[in-house]
């Protein structure tokens, strides 16, 4: 099949043909084998296909059951979650997961990277991921974190349940260092996390310094030992947000060994923004982790939505758009390149955290994962909000929508 009149990643109309799940050619000059099927992009944007850097997909879709989060704090839904943990069963793992796939799905994301909280001596919600990442593997990529939400040191057998949870089928293991009892804890346990995952050959997603405090400094341990173990870029540091309160001088010492360890970052832009900066009166804290410095710092940065209507953000449709359009005002990264470029955020940067290698990417010989967004380009895509117009992955069309119509009347 070829597919004609595209602008992949903003560039010039261009052609590709599918065969068998694959692009086998790309290029301006391709015309229509003898016949073969040919379908008319109409010079709309394509672009490999959206990645959920970091989600919580057990958590999905339980806001205000059975308590909202009245104060917003990160660590007032932690506490709501607790609550909600008790009524898990399969069937509502089950249900909630499908119909927040679905509604990524409907926005043009084929990937996902979702964290599973681990502090729950039943591992309901962890082996019941295991079998909805088989289920889904045709329409959904799912990678799982295993997230200990109530900590590895600070929680009943914690240890323990992250072994567990890796046997049953973790990809990644994750730490919580900003909510352990005491600092000695917080290094203690992303030394077990990192060795860990350095021993079964497991990726690693820490949920680090989430919090305003200044002196929570778990990401200088992730990163030294992602380097002295060897892990690199095997290791990720999500939300990060301690680091927009740092002092510059310790940033400067900090970043030179972030280049070393070549770890990457997720940035919750939507998120962070509705958490943090909390116990502020004014002028308050956005928040965010240096998403702007660690860019230009050459460090791989992708952005994530990490909730969907749950205890700690009461909002979401599954639309990374939104996440990286507050991202670029949070960030302060609204120069023209910045905003055109900005899909890499929710794209190729978000393939090298999750590692998708030869997986991803709109290039001959790679799976045909592409989606069609109904403007020229990312800007206006950006800007206006666009429809993903079509999702195809693996060469099969498993998402389409129809932009919705509004006429002024004089
Ligand atoms: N748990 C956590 O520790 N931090 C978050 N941002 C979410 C869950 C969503
Ligand atoms: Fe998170």
């Not at 409907?106 to 088989?134: N, Y």
């Not at 639309?319 to 990286?324: H, P």
Request: glycine share 8%; hydrophobic share 40%; net charge negative.
């Amino acid at each position: 099949m070829l597919f004609q009149n595209a602008r992949i990643e903003n560039a010039a109309p261009s052609s590709f043909r599918v065969e068998d799940g694959k692009f086998t050619a790309i290029g301006p000059d391709l015309v229509p084998l003898p016949g073969e099927e040919t379908v008319d992009l109409g010079g709309k944007l394509a672009l490999p296909p959206f990645i959920e850097s970091h989600v919580h997909l057990d958590t999905c879709l339980t806001a205000g059951d059975p308590v909202w989060n009245m104060s917003g704090t990160l660590f007032e839904g932690i506490e709501c979650w607790s609550k909600r943990k008790d009524k898990l069963s399969p069937k509502d793992i089950r249900e909630r997961v499908h119909r927040a796939v679905r509604l990524y799905a409907a926005h043009g994301v084929q990937f996902i990277r979702t964290h599973v909280d681990v502090t729950d001596p039943s591992l309901v919600a962890m082996e019941t991921m295991v079998e909805l990442r088989e289920e889904l593997r045709d329409t959904m990529d799912i990678q799982i974190v295993a997230f200990p939400q109530e900590g590895i040191l600070s929680y009943p057998n914690g240890r323990q349940l992250m072994v567990d949870a890796v046997r049953l089928g973790a990809d990644a293991v994750g730490a919580i260092p900003h909510f352990e009892f005491t600092r000695e804890y917080s290094v203690e346990s992303l030394n077990f996390a990192l060795e860990l995952a350095a021993k079964e050959n497991k990726l690693v997603d820490v949920h680090c310094d989430e919090i305003d405090d200044e002196a929570s400094r778990g990401l200088e341990t992730v990163a030294a030992r992602a380097l002295e173990l060897g892990l690199y870029d095997k290791v990720t540091a999500s939300h990060t947000t301690a680091m927009h309160s740092y002092n510059n001088a310790y940033v400067v010492r900090l970043m030179r060994l972030l280049k070393m360890s070549r770890i990457n970052f997720v940035s919750n832009p939507l998120v962070n923004t509705h958490l943090q900066g909390r116990m502020d009166t004014y002028p308050k804290r956005r928040g965010i982790t240096r998403v702007k410095e660690l860019c230009e710092a050459g460090i791989n940065v992708s952005f994530g939505h990490d909730d969907i209507f749950d205890p700690w953000y009461p909002m979401g449709t599954g639309s990374l758009r939104d996440v990286v359009f507050m991202g670029l005002h949070v960030c302060q990264m609204m120069g023209y390149e910045e905003i055109m470029g900005a899909y890499k955020f929710i794209t190729t940067n978000a393939a090298k955290t999750l590692h998708l290698g030869e997986e991803y990417g709109i290039a001959e010989g790679r799976p045909a994962s592409f989606i069609v967004l109904d403007a020229e380009h990312y800007y206006d895509a950006l800007n206006t909000n666009a429809s993903v117009l079509a999702s195809y992955k693996k060469g099969k069309k498993i998402a389409e929508s129809t932009p919705g119509v509004s006429n002024t009347l004089f």
